[in-house]
């Protein structure tokens, strides 16, 4: 920390030593830093100090000269601790091998049915859904009596019922207890619970007494909708579901409704959608139909709505279903449902990524 | 139910391309689950007149033909049928020919005489069991016509997939209804070949007793047998039927048998009306009546087994016993058989409820019972016993005794409903003429009998839809023969719900992310499994393995671990969250609980070239997950060990486990650990921002001797709570075992934080708190620091 022997005005060894920042090395190039812009002994920094006590012209010109040199000097400063910095850096790189695999960590990842409900069930909740659950063991007046199965029909046929040893039920809503065959039951819950408006969706579980093969299995998820209000017609069927379909699938994918029969429902509908593996020209997944069966639905049958204390002439309403473990397997085209309940590390791991 | 095309365009009297009906079919509700073309490998076949056939010089049994074949030049072909006859047609399959078995004709010399071709049997042809003989056929056309144009063989056999409410969709006429609505045509009955028209007249209703041919016939059990209508047929022949009728029959997919039993069968597809004939010389007493199997009743049924009929069953019987069990299957007794003379013909009603429990007793599901069950029409019985006995007259003569009965307990009509235009507006959400809404009513067969005066009409509904009940019934009949397609989808505003939304399901939603984030896949095992104490029993299984509601995840889990392994995978992590299930409390219906498990097994991270040793998970892991899944699960979770695993304890009670598993594990398998705990819904604590600390901390590692059975969460619980203002914190940071140490075989090593929020510590003041923290450890626990001179552990 020394005075500037020369004339403090005359900055030109200044500008030499400017001239020569580009060639220190690391440790010059601190000590330079600080000799030059050092807070307590820096020469600029004296020099800055001695401002106030010149002329106010002088002090304009040698205050604006000193100043751009004080900024040169950050500059010429900062370029040259960078450019050493770089140099480090290659000096230390040299004998690593940068495409050496880096370390990992394990990801793990939703079962693909998980995700395709989550997203079912965000895509309705945009259209003013919420989620309703209820239990999978229901006695036969929620899982059939009440959706308005006559007792002992063939409509009982296309629902192979797991039965439990457990005693029957006794009062109106009793009966054998079953494993829920559909998650509709909760469709019968919700209307007891709280009359209309109803928005709900209803993702569960359903059990049928069906071969594990293939594309049966004993247990499998469903998610259900209910809507019911006054107004509500198979005009807002169609547009609701049709809009779902879209979202879900392509925006221009094409849906039609084809007449069915859910004792719950009527008029009843199946809805398909455009093939989403050939784009509807005709494959083995569609069987050459161009079309895929995606869901069932529904008006809501007046006796369904009479059984939970619905006046069935004020409130009409609409009803679907669908299969989460069907669509899983169209959508990464699974040939075998088996696959999704053997929780294979490979299996998982292959649909963690994406969608 | 199978379809033939052929026979519906009979009905509509034009030809029709199978898979336009195919689709729409499938937009009025009944989809084709196939496509089968029928018999379109017999392409190569031509019909072939033989002109002669003389013996073959060296054989016996054989026969050398003289073959037209349409080509001009003669056909020496060798023939081995018995049944081959100078002048008649056969099918003849030309060298180069393939057979639809595949067998390609070639010229060859037989017994030494050049054989150029082969007349085929219909087996041969792939169109039926008779192997009697050469098929010959019933046809002048010109030797060489394709066999296709000279019989009627191609046909298209449509699948249909028909809904239990559609009864009338098991019959073509019903089929061939729902064509003629989308076509906006006609159609008929059609004409059966050969034949006039039936004769019959129809036969008088009378009530629940009658008698013709003298036979008496009664309904005894009048609510098994709504109605039953007989018929008696003298003089038949029973023989095979001819080819129209064993083709149609084959196209529906039912093999022929004689011309009795094919008439009854042909009536069946095409009407909806199961029939039964019955050998009348079988009949013991003349008498025929419908009612109750008795207690102890047995019958030998067509199918050869001997049923143990019961009370809730009806029956066919005469004088002596039953002889057929009603709507399911007629006795063996009383089969048709060749020897036949004598008909019975009986065409009825039976309840369907009856029926469905007589074939679900019996384990016997029949096309009749398929029928019952669903519906037969009830007032268009006396149509299907005169179709029934026209045909049989046309392919089996016979006379028919006068006055067939037509019984019936009561009288019944098909229902009347009222519907409401404006109901159809409601529903459907578009406003229908008048006339469109009846034009839909009239297509399916309804009449609307009066005009709409006041705000509905009323309909007269066919007795071949009984699924036709309530004026829902017909809002749907409406839409869907106009058609879902014409109504719009505009997607309009709606009130939201007044429901709320489940919080189990975000729940699980957030546990889910929970432990993706730590690196484990989401696996969902079949709910279903072995017995296990307290699980609840499915009464039905299909498999014993699957005979139980799963008590707890962790079987589960553990089983798709093993699967991994069994594909060689050792590092396995999987989750599931699901419904478990326990017996309720005395009788009542299961509980059902949510939880949470999981499995690790396997290295601790993937490998890496960097890292020479691979690390294991071990029981630390597990106990880190366990801790922060249980916490998360439930704030108030308390991990502690109990014998070698540990218990998640809640509320004062367990709410979860976790430790080391048994499983069937390959040797090179890692040591497997999971966890199971329950799922709390609506819990969860509050975050709140408390100062950050301004000042810095302090920290001291003491080194303590602790005797084996002292716990190291017992210091720092002692610690924790010794009430120091300057102790923020306590960690354990290492153990160190060894025999050599005095006093016990365990150091462990605690990092103690010390921070005071106000000001930045001097050293004495540290120096203080340390030492009245390590006074309170020896009073209370007798724990003291270990000897300074031992070699500190490191880590
Ligand atoms: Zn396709």
Redo the contacts between chains.
């Keep these: 920390m020394t005075e500037p022997r020369h004339d403090p005005s005359d900055l030109s060894p200044l500008r030499a030593r400017l001239a020569r920042v580009g060639a220190l090395d690391a440790a010059a190039l601190a000590a330079e830093r600080i000799a030059v812009l050092g807070r307590k002994g820096g020469e600029l920094t004296a020099l800055l100090r001695t401002l106030p006590s010149l002329e106010a012209d002088a002090r304009r010109a040698f205050g604006a000269a000193v100043n751009e040199l004080k900024q040169a000097f950050e500059a010429a400063f900062d370029a040259r601790a960078a450019a050493l910095d770089a140099a480090r850096r290659a000096r230390e790189a040299a004998g690593i091998d940068l495409t050496m695999p880096g370390r990992g960590r394990w990801i793990g990842a939703e079962h693909p049915v998980t995700r395709v409900i989550a997203e079912i069930v965000e895509l309705f909740r945009e259209l003013g859904f919420v989620v309703a659950t209820g239990p999978e063991a229901e006695t036969e007046w929620y899982n059939f009596g009440a959706l308005n199965f006559p007792a002992d029909h063939p409509a009982m046929d296309m629902h192979d019922t797991l039965y439990l040893d457990v005693p029957e039920v006794p009062g109106d809503r009793g009966g054998r207890v079953l494993l829920r065959t559909h998650t509709s039951p909760v469709q019968i819950r919700t209307l007891l619970e709280s009359g209309p408006p109803v928005r709900v969706v209803i993702p569960g579980l359903a059990y049928r007494n069906d071969p594990f093969d293939a594309s049966h299995a004993p247990a499998f998820t469903q998610i259900e909708g209910l809507a019911v209000d006054e107004g509500i017609s198979f005009v807002d069927l169609k547009a609701t579901l049709g809009h779902f379909a879209r979202r879900f699938f392509a925006a221009d994918t094409r849906v039609r409704f084809r007449p069915s029969f859910f004792p719950f429902t009527e008029p009843s509908a199946e809805m398909d959608v455009g093939c989403q593996i050939c784009g509807g020209r005709g494959c083995a997944a569609c069987k050459g139909t161009g079309w895929m069966e995606i869901l069932g639905c529904g008006m809501v049958h007046p006796n369904v709505l009479s059984n939970c204390g619905v006046d069935a002439e004020r409130f009409t309403g609409f009803a679907f279903g669908m299969g989460p473990h069907r669509i899983a397997m169209l959508r990464y085209g699974i040939p075998d449902i088996r696959l999704l309940y053997e929780g294979d590390m490979r299996f998982l791991g292959q649909l963690g990524g994406g969608r | 139910m199978n379809v033939s095309v052929n026979w519906l365009s009979e009905f509509l009297r034009r030809p029709l391309d199978a898979a336009e009906v195919a689709a729409r079919l ?4 009944a ?1 084709a689950d196939a496509i089968v073309p029928l018999h379109a490998g017999l392409g190569d076949i031509v019909v072939g007149l033989v002109e002669s056939a003389a013996p073959h010089p060296n054989a016996d049994r054989l026969r050398v033909c003289v073959v037209d074949d349409g080509s001009g030049t003669r056909r020496s072909v060798v023939c081995g049928a018995p049944n081959v006859t100078a002048g008649r047609r056969y099918p003849f399959a030309p060298v180069g020919a393939t057979l639809p078995g595949g067998l390609r004709i070639e010229k060859r010399k037989l017994r030494g005489e050049v054989s150029e071709g082969m007349l085929c049997s219909a087996r041969e042809l792939g169109l039926g069991d008779d192997h009697h003989g050469l098929w010959e056929l019933d046809t002048d056309a010109a030797p060489g016509t394709p066999l296709g144009a000279a019989v009627p063989l191609a046909d298209t056999r449509l699948v249909l997939d028909v ?4 009864p009338d969709l098991l019959g073509h006429k019903g089929v061939a209804r729902e064509l003629a609505a989308s076509y906006g045509v006609q159609f008929r009955l059609p004409q059966l070949p050969g034949s006039g028209g039936g004769t019959m007249a129809a036969p008088a209703r009378a009530g629940a007793a009658g008698a013709t041919g003298g036979v008496a016939v009664r309904i005894e059990d009048a609510d098994g047998c709504g109605r039953f209508l007989g018929a008696v047929l003298r003089g038949v022949r029973i023989g095979p039927s001819p080819d129209w009728l064993a083709r149609r029959l084959e196209a529906v997919g039912v093999r022929s048998i004689n011309n009795v039993v094919d008439a009854t069968n042909y009536v069946m597809f095409e009407l909806n009306q199961p029939m039964h004939a019955y050998d009348l010389a079988t009949l013991r007493g003349a008498r025929i009546a419908a009612r109750r199997a008795r207690a102890g009743e047995r019958l030998r049924t067509l199918d050869g087994v001997d049923r143990a009929l019961d009370e809730e069953m009806t029956v066919i019987a005469d004088a002596e016993g039953a002889i057929g069990v009603a709507g399911v299957m007629g006795g063996m007794g009383s089969e048709v058989s060749a020897e036949t003379r004598d008909l019975f013909l009986e065409c009825a009603w039976f309840d ?2 009856r029926v ?2 007589t074939r679900r007793a019996l384990g016997l599901s029949t096309e009749a019972s398929f029928r019952f ?2 519906g037969v029409d009830r007032w268009n019985g006396a149509e299907a016993l005169r179709r029934c006995v026209e045909l049989i007259q046309l392919t089996a003569g016979g006379d028919l005794a006068p006055d067939p009965v037509d019984l019936a307990s009561a009288v019944t009509h098909p229902p009347r409903i009222f519907l409401r235009p404006s109901r159809v507006a ?5 406003e229908l003429t008048w006339s469109e809404i009846e034009r839909c009513l009239v297509a399916v067969g309804a009449t609307v009998v009066s005009k709409p005066d006041d705000g509905r009409i009323a309909v007269d509904v066919p007795g071949w839809r009984p699924d036709l009940v ?1 004026e ?2 017909l ?2 009949e409406v ?2 023969i106009h058609g ?2 014409a ?6 505003p ?9 919080p ?3 729940r699980a ?1 957030q546990l ?2 929970a ?14 499994t072995g017995a296990a104490a307290d699980s ?8 014993a393995t ?1 005979g139980h ?1 799963r008590a707890s995840l962790l079987p589960g ?1 553990v089983r ?2 093993e ?2 392994w069994a ?1 060689q ?1 050792r ?5 599931e969250i ?2 478990v ?1 326990a017996q ?1 409390e005395s ?1 009542a ?2 509980r ?1 609980t949510l939880r949470l498990a999981a499995v690790i097994t396997g290295a601790r ?2 490998a ?3 890292d020479s040793a691979r690390t294991d998970c071990d029981i630390w892991d597990l106990k880190g997950l366990f801790e922060r899944v249980g916490a998360l699960v439930a704030p108030g979770n308390a991990i502690v060990p109990v014998g070698g695993a540990l218990v998640a304890r809640l509320d004062g009670r367990d709410a979860g486990r976790a430790g080391p598993l048994d499983a069937d594990a390959p040797p090179w398998a890692a040591p497997l650990f999971g966890l199971e705990l329950e799922v709390q819904v609506g819990v969860g604590t509050a975050a709140a921002y408390r100062p950050l600390p301004v000042t810095p901390a302090v920290g001291r590692d003491v080194t303590l001797l602790l005797p084996e059975e002292l716990a190291a969460a017992r210091v720092t619980a002692e610690l924790a709570g010794a009430g120091e203002p300057l102790l923020e914190a306590v960690a354990v940071t290492g153990e160190y075992r060894s025999g050599d140490l005095p006093g016990g075989r365990r150091s462990v090593t605690f990092h103690l934080t010390f921070r005071a929020t106000d000001r930045t510590l001097e050293t004495p003041e540290v120096d203080r708190a340390e030492s009245r923290l390590l006074g309170m450890l020896d009073r209370e626990l007798g724990v003291h620091r270990r000897d300074q001179g031992a070699p500190a552990p490191e880590r």
């Design positions: 499938g937009s009025l509700g989809p809904g239990p409410n559609r369907p409820a469905r429990r069950e669903r409601q529903v459907l959400g578009v309530t829902i019934d809002v749907e839409a869907r879902y397609d109504i719009p989808d505009d997607l309009r709606a009130r939201p719900g007044a429901q709320r939304e489940d189990a399901f975000g939603a889910r992310r432990l993706v984030a730590e690196g484990l896949f989401e696996a969902a095992a079949l709910p279903m609840v029993r499915i009464l039905n299984p299909l498999a699957e509601l889990l798709l671990v699967l991994n594909s995978v590092d396995v992590r999987l989750f699901g419904t299930f309720g009788g219906p299961p059902e991270a993937p890496h070239w960097s």
